[in-house]
């Protein structure tokens, strides 16, 4: 009766600690821009983007609290602004192509005219 009991706990504790893993497929498109009609490539950009936006932001967090020294937190910097302008130009890239990063300027120039 107790190795009943020992296989019904430890089932359940493998399903608890397995179903994180299985129950986050779903959970993707949380983070995905909201436009469906952008290419799948401008979405992995724009995530990549905002990615390497909150890596600076908690570079910053934790060089201010001193986990970090100055020459690492410049290195570190570095790298990620250097990852983040080429994802940016990647973007203004694949954007261009599909004509959306124009409309807002005509849009603008318009209103300024009239």
Do not use: W
């Amino acid at each position: 009766m107790a190795v009943v009991i020992s296989l019904g706990i430890a089932v359940v504790v493998v399903a608890f600690v397995a179903a994180p893993f299985f129950l986050l497929t779903g959970r993707a498109s949380e983070f995905a821009p909201k436009n469906p009609d952008a290419p799948e490539a401008l979405q992995d950009l724009l995530a990549e983007k905002e990615t390497l936006y909150a890596a600076i932001q908690e570079l910053d967090f934790d060089f201010k609290s001193g986990k970090l020294s100055a020459e690492d937190h410049q290195d570190l910097r570095g790298r990620h602004e250097a990852q983040a302008a080429a994802v940016l130009k990647r973007i203004d890239e694949m954007q261009g192509k599909s004509g959306e990063a124009e409309r807002p300027r005509s849009a603008r120039r318009e209103r300024r005219k009239g």
